[in-house]
């Protein structure tokens, strides 16, 4: 049991936090009603939430990986960054944040 926690405990910290946190804030930023009705209107395209956010992630991921001038060897971090950051927001954050910001429905 031991071994097991210290090799999650190892994947953990091998991940990109700065990347899984600010991929989500982003991601969460763009799925808005205001910037997708703004993509809407500019590209003419409606795109599912689940594919902006794979588009997002994967558009910001490129970008950080020329910023910060990663080389070959990121790469893997930065993807399993990136699949820990879907997981992550789909099945904690979206329900916590959907209970936290939960609104009445109107009698």
Not at 71 to 100: G, T
Request: glycine share 4%; aromatic share 20%; proline share 1%.
């Amino acid at each position: 049991m031991i071994e097991i926690l210290q090799h999650i405990s190892n994947y953990l910290n091998s991940l990109d936090w700065a990347y899984i946190l600010t991929f989500i804030v982003i991601a969460y930023g763009l799925n808005h009603y205001r910037a997708t009705d703004f993509f809407y209107e500019v590209f003419k395209i409606k795109i599912a939430t689940r594919y902006r956010v794979f588009f997002i992630g994967l558009i910001y991921g490129i970008a950080l990986y020329f910023i910060r001038g990663y080389q070959l060897k990121m790469i893997e971090c930065l993807l399993q960054s990136f699949a820990f950051a879907l997981v992550f927001h789909k099945l904690l954050l979206e329900k916590f944040l959907n209970r936290l910001f939960q609104t009445k429905p109107k009698e």
